[in-house]
């Protein structure tokens, strides 16, 4: 009998930002990863920052948004997209060295393209 380690999907969006938080944390070695605002607060498209080996510099800020939704799609034209949450981390006040948007729904093609060819 083989293992297969899963990490299963978390149940609300938050801890799916916890989640992301630990773990683009570890990905990117830094100590004190920070949740980006609060629920209420504009948060320009951004769920957590990051400063790529510890170093708090714009040059190694990454903005992470995190999508535990149903559907994302890339161009806007129904519900939560891509080009959505590119846009409100453009128009917002951290600059960013790399904005990851992580979400928990199954890999798709089509969506991995598009986002490539951005």
């Known amino acids: 009998m083989s293992y297969k ?3 299963l999907i978390p149940s609300t969006e938050q801890d799916f930002e916890i989640l992301c938080w630990h773990i683009y944390g570890e990905i990117f070695n830094c100590k ?5 605002g609060r629920r209420g607060q504009k948060q320009y498209g951004l769920d957590v920052l ?4 510890n170093s708090n510099t714009s ?6 948004q995190c999508k535990h939704v149903q559907k994302l799609s ?3 034209k129904s519900g939560d997209s891509i080009i959505k949450e590119v846009n409100k981390a453009d128009t917002g006040k951290q600059v960013l060295a790399k904005l990851i ?9 089509q969506l991995l393209d598009d ?4």
């Open 101 to 109: 948007i992580a979400t928990s729904l199954p890999s798709d093609q």
């Open 74 to 76: 890339f161009d806007g």
């Open 32 to 36: 004190t990863p920070a949740m980006y």
């Open 5 to 7: 380690p899963q990490i």
């Open 50 to 53: 990051i400063y790529e080996n």
């Open 115 to 118: 986002v490539n060819t951005l």
């Open 59 to 64: 040059s190694n800020r990454i903005g992470i």
